[in-house]
């Protein structure tokens, strides 16, 4: 159904609130589908003098501008039986406020204020606005949060809100970036005292689950140990119980490896890093792949013996077929590359379908399941085994090489080294997720300090449409001149962002693997930062592999920005780097190796005696 930006004004302004309100919902299912780009799902009339770039931000105001006077009526509200839903989709809200010059919804809460008009000292709000300040208070929202004063009212509502805060892919303002931290521990601490994880807003869960990895605190991941309680209680609810099969290898057969996929098509990131070892894996297993139709594609399948399609029937059944498939073909290793991308893997982490339960780091953290037995992950890429709740199944540092990507020029580029720029041009390849105020600190710190002019190229994934405009907002709230944040690219455009850059830095504290690949095959050396968790200490093994000399990768921040300076400033320093350790050729050592290796690790975990 095609939304009409005109009817929605309409129907607000002439106070239709139930018409309205279904539009609303409508919108904000749109933009999440599409990660912020109704695309062709939306009409509106701009005004023609508007030009190509500034029709966004005029529907972006329009947009908000009816939204807060559909939600400053005090005669409209919400059915409480979907609210959970609404939180659902929360965060798009916030997006669509955060796109614009208003950022944040306050102004509407504080027109709520019971304790008078213009009070900003004190807000009180009627019991019955209490879901609606809770929908409009938004991670960028400069009013207080009192959430334990929402919880002695209404606790699910309070951990709806908590979770909302947590969901969205983008945090990057440091009034954002604050709650995550204090709200991580707050969550920690209150969902098990719940015990209806239907009366919370499901959908956004594994987001929580997974963007939790983001955050600075080292307990970060502690979270995790609570969403996995009300994942037990919801699996028994449903009757989902484990299976206890014996583990052992039958002679003259190939046990089962199960994989359970979660993205896994020829341009993502997974497939490039995980194919090659399930590839060789099936010289000692029979290898039966499980995903879903709309994640995967042919050269996905093929990387397996069978592949057989989860249906795209509800989540309960979902589990209910994994674990019937794992029964039925007497499954030895379940083995997921990834978790928390979606909330099938998140759940599935939590129910024992084999006598081994292992996982690879698609998305390096930890799971906190007292199901997971086992972690795969290469002996440079570790850091502190602390962070870890699972087993560690070490490869050597060869044992899973990667693919070049499916995009990648059979004939790339030679490097475009510049002798002495005027502006140095720095790139930034990272997710949404991934940037951060701390990072972004550290950036606005190189560009004042250093001796020469730098310029940062921010290339960012699920950088599209109004969470493009925010995060090029918050970019330049600390950054200003000194940086251009690019949409998300096809591939190739992408390349040629990163080819125009003289050098690249890593964000941290969550860094990159296909980034820097991405980077050192155009060309470019870079700085990185390294730490305890695997998710910054694989830029540190990425870089011992690649050759680069060791004051690259920086045990601190402080170390970081005056490497990042140096790297900067030394242009023949600079130049002679990329001749000596990047372009397409030197690479070629990330994709060589020894991927049999995971398998003969299962076999030995198989045939080890269970205690």
């Given at each position: 159904?095609?939304?009409?930006?005109?009817?929605?004004?309409?129907?607000?302004?002439?106070?239709?609130?139930?018409?309205a309100?279904?539009?609303?919902?409508?919108l904000l299912?749109?933009?999440?589908?599409?990660?912020g780009?109704?695309?062709?799902?939306?009409r509106?009339?701009?005004l023609?003098?508007?030009?190509?770039?500034?029709?966004?931000?005029?529907v972006?105001?329009?947009?908000?501008?009816?939204?807060?006077?559909?939600?400053?009526?005090?005669?409209?509200?919400?059915?409480?039986?979907?609210l959970?839903?609404?939180?659902?989709?929360?965060?798009?809200?916030?997006?669509?406020?955060?796109?614009?010059?208003?950022?944040?919804?306050?102004?509407?809460?504080?027109?709520l204020?019971?304790?008078?008009?213009?009070?900003l000292e004190?807000?009180?709000v009627?019991?019955?606005?209490?879901?609606?300040?809770?929908l409009?208070?938004?991670p960028?929202?400069?009013i207080?949060?009192?959430?334990?004063?929402?919880?002695?009212?209404?606790?699910?509502?309070?951990?709806?809100?908590?979770?909302?805060?947590?969901?969205?892919?983008?945090?990057?303002?440091?009034?954002?970036?604050?709650?995550?931290?204090?709200?991580l521990?707050?969550?920690?601490?209150?969902l098990?005292?719940?015990?209806d994880?239907?009366?919370?807003?499901f959908?956004?869960?594994?987001?929580?689950?997974?963007?939790?990895?983001?955050?600075?605190?080292?307990?970060?991941?502690a979270?995790?140990?609570?969403?996995?309680?009300?994942?037990?209680?919801?699996?028994?609810?449903?009757?989902?119980?484990?299976?206890h099969?014996?583990?052992g290898?039958?002679?003259?057969?190939?046990?089962?490896?199960?994989?359970?996929l979660?993205?896994?098509?020829?341009?993502?990131s997974?497939?490039?890093?995980h194919?090659?070892?399930?590839?060789?894996?099936?010289?000692r297993?029979?290898?039966?792949?499980?995903?879903?139709?709309s994640?995967?594609?042919?050269?996905?399948?093929a990387?397996?013996?069978?592949?057989?399609?989860?249906?795209?029937?509800?989540?309960?059944?979902?589990?209910?077929?994994?674990?019937?498939?794992?029964?039925?073909?007497?499954?030895?290793?379940?083995?997921?590359?990834?978790?928390?991308?979606?909330?099938?893997?998140?759940?599935?982490?939590?129910?024992?379908?084999?006598?081994?339960m292992?996982?690879?780091?698609g998305?390096?953290?930890?799971t906190?399941?007292?199901?997971?037995?086992?972690?795969?992950?290469?002996?440079?890429?570790?850091?502190?085994?602390?962070?870890?709740?699972?087993?560690?199944?070490?490869?050597?540092?060869?044992?899973?090489?990667?693919?070049?990507?499916?995009?990648?020029?059979?004939?790339?580029?030679?490097?475009?080294?510049?002798?002495?720029?005027?502006?140095?041009?720095?790139?930034v390849?990272?997710?949404?997720?991934?940037?951060?105020?701390g990072?972004?600190?550290?950036?606005?710190?190189i560009?004042?300090?250093?001796?020469?002019?730098?310029?940062?190229?921010?290339?960012?994934?699920?950088?599209?449409?109004m969470?493009?405009?925010?995060?090029?907002?918050?970019?330049?709230h600390?950054?200003?001149?000194?940086?251009?944040?690019?949409?998300?690219?096809?591939?190739?455009?992408?390349?040629?962002?990163?080819?125009?850059?003289?050098?690249?830095?890593?964000?941290?504290?969550?860094g990159n693997t296909?980034?820097?690949?991405?980077?050192?095959?155009?060309?470019?050396?870079?700085?990185?930062?390294?730490?305890?968790?695997?998710?910054?200490?694989?830029?540190?093994?990425?870089?011992?592999?690649l050759g680069?000399?060791?004051?690259?990768?920086?045990?601190?921040?402080?170390?970081?920005?005056?490497?990042?300076?140096?790297?900067?400033?030394d242009?023949?320093?600079?130049?002679?780097?990329?001749?000596?350790?990047?372009?397409?050729?030197?690479?070629?050592?990330?994709?060589?190796?020894?991927?049999e290796?995971?398998?003969?690790k299962?076999?030995?975990?198989?045939?080890?005696?269970?205690?």
């Open positions: 159904m095609t939304f009409q930006l005109e009817e929605f004004e309409h129907l607000v302004y002439s106070r239709q609130h139930e018409p309100a279904r539009m609303l919902v409508q299912g749109l933009l999440d589908s599409s990660y780009v109704p695309g062709d799902q939306f509106a009339q701009p023609e003098a508007l030009g190509a770039d500034g029709i966004a931000p005029h972006g105001v329009r947009l908000a501008s009816a939204i807060s006077c559909l939600f400053a009526d005090r005669s409209f509200q919400f059915s409480p039986g979907g959970p839903g609404l939180f659902t989709l929360q965060r798009w809200l916030a997006v669509l406020f955060g796109s614009t010059p208003f950022i944040n919804a306050d102004h509407v809460v504080r027109a204020n019971l304790s008078g008009r213009g009070d004190h807000l009180a009627a019991p019955q606005d209490l879901a609606r300040f809770c409009l208070y938004m960028e929202s400069e207080g949060l009192e959430i334990d004063a929402i919880w002695d009212v209404d606790p699910a509502l309070a951990v709806s809100l908590g979770l909302a805060l947590l969901s969205p892919r983008f945090l990057g303002a440091a009034v954002a970036h604050d709650k995550r931290e204090t709200l521990p707050w969550l920690s601490e209150r098990p005292l719940l015990d994880l239907d009366k919370l807003p959908g956004i869960l594994h987001d929580v689950y997974m963007h939790c990895s983001y955050a600075d605190r080292a307990d970060k991941h979270i995790k140990r609570s969403i996995n309680v009300l994942i037990e209680r919801w699996l028994d609810r449903h009757g989902l119980r484990a299976l099969a014996p583990r290898i039958d002679p003259g057969t190939k046990p089962v490896l199960l994989v359970v979660e993205w896994f098509n020829a341009g993502h997974i497939y490039r890093t194919s090659r070892t399930l590839e060789a894996a099936r010289d297993f029979h290898v039966i792949g499980m995903g879903l139709g994640a995967t594609d042919e050269p996905g399948r990387v397996f013996d069978e592949f057989i399609e989860i249906h795209p029937v509800a989540l309960a059944q979902q589990l209910g077929q994994i674990r019937d498939v794992a029964a039925l073909r007497s499954a030895q290793i379940l083995y997921m590359p990834s978790v928390g991308m979606f909330p099938l893997t998140m759940m599935l982490c939590n129910l024992r379908v084999a006598p081994v292992a996982m690879a780091l998305h390096p953290a930890t906190h399941s007292e199901a997971m037995d086992v972690v795969v992950v290469e002996e440079d890429y570790v850091g502190d085994p602390a962070c870890f709740s699972e087993r560690l199944l070490i490869l050597p540092r060869d044992g899973m090489p990667y693919r070049p990507s499916a995009h990648a020029s059979a004939q790339p580029e030679a490097p475009r080294l510049r002798g002495r720029p005027e502006v140095v041009r720095i790139c390849a990272a997710s949404a997720m991934k940037i951060n105020p990072f972004l600190d550290a950036c606005r710190v560009a004042d300090t250093s001796n020469v002019a730098v310029h940062f190229h921010f290339a960012v994934a699920f950088a599209r449409g969470v493009h405009e925010q995060i090029r907002r918050v970019v330049a600390t950054l200003g001149a000194h940086a251009t944040v690019h949409s998300h690219r096809s591939y190739a455009a992408y390349m040629e962002i990163v080819r125009d850059c003289d050098m690249f830095i890593n964000p941290f504290p969550f296909n980034g820097v690949i991405d980077c050192v095959t155009a060309g470019l050396v870079g700085v990185c930062r390294t730490g305890p968790e695997v998710h910054e200490h694989i830029d540190h093994g990425l870089f011992d592999r680069l000399p060791g004051w690259l990768v920086a045990p601190d921040t402080e170390r970081y920005i005056d490497a990042a300076r140096r790297l900067a400033e242009h023949d320093l600079r130049n002679d780097l990329r001749r000596n350790y990047s372009g397409p050729g030197k690479v070629q050592c990330l994709f060589q190796g020894r991927p290796i995971m398998g003969r299962f076999i030995e975990l198989l045939e080890e005696n269970p205690s």
